[in-house]
């Protein structure tokens, strides 16, 4: 009995399937010089999400399935298989979010938004109700005692 780790490879998903993997187990009883054949003769090995194991012999027809960990051993091409525990090969594990890139854009605005209150302003307002009246108003986010002083200044150079 040998123990074999079998790496697979990542096929294309067909719509409505989900993710399937596949490996190719070359044929031990092929003569060595008939492994440069174009195709080689072999076992392949169909996982889908990591539920079940269809196989198929050297020439492409089905084989059986097998759930993993479930010890029925099955023959193929001659050599008796049994499908072990099944793990993703790179422990590394890729979620896809929809919703990151709007908290990409929350932050986004919320950065730019948090530099531009640190951006002193001021904002000074005068309406005149008639000849002898004129109304001065004034708004600052920062150094409201140096704004009060600057109007002081502005209103006694108006006098």
Request: glycine share 10%.
């Amino acid at each position: 009995e040998e123990l074999a780790d079998l790496p697979t490879y990542k096929m294309v998903r067909l719509p409505g399937q989900g993710q399937s993997w596949g490996a190719f187990i070359p044929n031990p009883k092929q003569a060595p010089e008939d492994m440069m054949r174009v195709r080689p003769a072999g076992i392949t090995v169909l996982c889908t999400d990591f539920q079940q194991v269809i196989l198929y012999d050297s020439k492409g027809q089905f084989a059986g399935v097998r759930i993993p960990e479930s010890g029925r051993p099955i023959v193929v091409d001659g050599v008796e298989l049994t499908v072990g525990k099944m793990v993703g090969s790179t422990g590394l594990q890729l979620k896809s979010d929809p919703g990151v890139p709007l908290v990409y854009v929350g932050f986004a605005l919320c950065l730019v938004t948090s530099i531009m209150s640190l951006w002193p302003y001021r904002q000074v307002w005068a309406i005149q109700e008639d000849e002898a009246l004129l109304l001065i108003g004034g708004k600052t986010n920062r150094d409201q005692v140096g704004f009060e002083d600057a109007m002081d200044v502005m209103l006694y150079t108006m006098k």
